[in-house]
């Protein structure tokens, strides 16, 4: 079923679903595009449509072979579409899926490539704020690169920072993916570039774990843990690489590496990591725990369950997913808060036990697919929701003894300042 999105472009084929709209494949006057059409309620959001034009020099602006670029920004009666170039390829949490841990050196060269991305925003001062797997684009069309790694481009820039209008964030209310969430947003500090910088570290150690650092059970002790806990070292991983990824992971945001330094590091790595296997990972188990609240999610139509980026062979289907991301969350109580109800990522568990404290393992599996459900466990919905949550914030706040948990707000324009750990919270 095609569709116009404005008078310029015809969108043809769902790619895939998120928190904020559909990207469809499609074809505008110089070729072929992807759209990324938002969400009806969100089109209909004055206040948003104003931000997104405003956000449009600064998206159009971003060009880098490793940053999927921005061509247009269309508003269109209820329309409100982001054009881009249209990748070909898979998206690295589909790639994650399926092999489970990568080696290091295409973990190494993936993440430099969008380090060398994220350097480029941030100098024009834009900072991403939703770096995770399901955001980085492997480009199979171009050349491959490290251990067999195809590019890496990183996608959906500005769009967390769109959704995030004052009016939907005001009184207490942070978005992003929790098990990426840098410690400063958890505390109400504005986004600055650093929080990329721990997103993209968080990765990472995901790629090489094959689970997150403080992943698992409520987003609300997932977000304490961002805070309160330090990053358990990876058995086998080289020191030097270890280092970087601490570093990375501080949770003061002025001890971070920036963007370009971090690239040119994991680069001088990659020789040193040639041949080198996945690492022989056990992923930490926890107690058994009760099932964390969902919100009820209407199934989505058969078609827009199917998400990726392109299919090589034409007329295949695109990689499979059936993950709605986009979750308003009740709010936690105190006791999920301190982490105590659900536990933590990183208890003892029986051997041959998944990790029932990983949202990746928890019950409820996909319902479409070609992987199907992983054993005990889990939608990417849960994984990898976006998470709006509320006034819980005071609870955190209280249950952490940290600073408040407010609106996140812009602040992207300016780079971390090298000493600034405690700089004041928005208003
Ligand atoms: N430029 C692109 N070219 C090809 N495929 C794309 C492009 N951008 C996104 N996709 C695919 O479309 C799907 C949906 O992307 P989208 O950005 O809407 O969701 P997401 O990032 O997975 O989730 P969320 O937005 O909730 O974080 C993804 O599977 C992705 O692979």
Redesign the pocket.
């Known amino acids: 079923m095609a569709r116009n999105i404005g008078s310029r472009y015809t969108a043809h084929q769902i790619?895939?679903?998120?928190?904020?709209?559909?990207?469809w494949?499609g074809e505008g006057p110089d070729g072929p595009?992807?759209v990324?059409l938002l969400r009806e309620d969100l089109a209909s959001d004055q206040e948003l449509v104003g931000r997104f034009v405003q956000e449009r020099t600064a998206l159009l602006g971003l060009d880098h072979p490793h940053i999927?670029g921005v061509r247009d920004l269309v508003v269109d009666g209820n329309d409100l579409a982001l054009v881009?170039?249209?990748?070909?390829?898979?998206?690295l949490?589909?790639r994650l899926d399926r092999e489970r841990r990568l080696a290091p050196e295409a973990a190494v060269a993936i993440v430099a490539d969008v380090a060398d991305g994220l350097a480029v925003a941030h100098k024009a001062g834009v900072v991403h704020r939703?770096v995770?797997p399901?955001?980085i684009?492997l480009d199979m069309e171009g050349p491959l690169g490290p251990a067999g790694s195809h590019p890496a481009?990183l996608?959906?820039f500005g769009?967390?920072k769109l959704i995030d209008t004052p009016r939907r964030t005001k009184s207490s209310r942070i978005i992003g993916?929790p098990d990426y969430l840098a410690p400063e947003i958890v505390e109400g500090l504005p986004p600055r570039a650093a929080v990329d910088i721990y997103a993209l570290a968080t990765v990472l150690y995901e790629l090489l774990a094959g689970f997150t650092p403080f992943g698992g059970g409520h987003p609300g002790a997932v977000l304490r843990r961002h805070v309160t806990e330090t990053v358990v070292p990876l058995p086998g991983i080289p020191d030097e690489l270890w280092q970087l990824i601490v570093q990375c992971l501080a949770k003061a945001p002025a001890s971070r590496l920036r963007a370009s330094e971090l690239g040119v590091r994991l680069r001088e790595l990659l020789p040193m990591l040639a041949g080198m296997p996945p690492l022989d990972v056990d992923e930490p188990g926890t107690e058994p725990q009760p099932e964390p609240y969902r919100e009820p999610t209407p199934e989505p139509a058969a078609e827009a369950r199917r998400?990726?980026?392109?299919p090589l062979v034409p007329g295949a289907a695109?990689?499979d997913?059936n993950?709605?991301?986009?979750t308003s969350m009740r709010v936690p109580a105190p006791d999920e808060l301190a982490g105590g109800a659900h536990g933590t990522a990183r208890a003892p568990r029986a051997p041959g036990q998944p990790r029932p404290g990983s949202a990746r393992n928890k019950a409820g599996g996909r319902t479409s697919g070609a992987s199907g459900p992983r054993p005990g466990g889990v939608s990417?919905a849960v994984r990898?929701?976006?998470i709006t949550l509320g006034v819980a914030g005071l609870a955190l706040a209280a249950a952490l003894g940290v600073g408040g948990w407010l609106a996140v707000g812009d602040g992207e324009s300016t780079p971390p300042a090298r000493d600034s750990r405690h700089s004041t919270p928005t208003p």
């Open positions: 790619l895939g679903r998120g928190s904020a709209g559909t990207v494949a595009v992807a990324k999927v881009m170039d249209l990748i070909r390829g898979t998206d949490r589909t939703d995770k399901e955001n684009l481009l996608t959906d769009v967390a993916t998400r990726g980026a392109v695109p990689a997913s993950r709605d991301t986009h990417r990898k929701r976006r």
